[in-house]
């Protein structure tokens, strides 16, 4: 469970990584949505792990790849954003959130259940397989 301090720091960091991902960086990404799902920080405040979400974009992956190879720039500029309420700029690692494509197939899995439709009994037939016994 994170300390209320990493929770603090993993908020701020959010924050401005959305705010970053939005804006400034917009050029990298192009029209690409990129949304951060989950932030966790470890005990030391030293590395980020951030999972991120991508919109408009028909292939995520490669869309992770860009972000990783321009890692060095985003921690830059979250840097900047940063400074003056955090000592420590984390190392941050990108990681791919596929929460909403796992949701699409599971979804996808249940509409496609052959489920049979219920019977009904009458109640004349419950007390014919009693006397059956």
């Known amino acids: 469970m994170e300390s209320k301090r990493q929770q603090k720091y993993s908020k701020l960091i959010m924050k401005d990584l959305a705010d970053l991902f939005q804006k400034d960086l917009k050029p990298i990404f192009g029209n690409a949505f990129v949304t ?3 932030v966790s920080i470890s005990p030391d405040l030293s590395v980020a792990k951030i999972h991120l979400s991508f919109l408009l974009v028909p292939d995520p992956k490669a869309a992770l790849k860009e972000v ?3 890692t060095k720039q985003i921690r830059q500029a979250l840097g900047a954003r940063i400074r003056h ?3 420590i700029i984390p190392e941050l690692i990108f990681f791919l959130d596929e929460s909403g494509e796992y949701a699409m197939q599971m979804d996808t ?3 496609n259940l052959n489920i049979p ?3 009904t009994v009458n109640k004349d037939d419950y007390h014919r ?3 059956k016994d």
Do not use: C, G, P, S
């Open 129 to 131: 397989l009693d006397k």
């Open 109 to 111: 899995m249940i509409q």
């Open 117 to 119: 439709k219920e019977t």
């Open 68 to 70: 990783i190879v321009n």
């Open 85 to 87: 309420q955090a000592r």
């Open 36 to 38: 951060i799902k989950n």
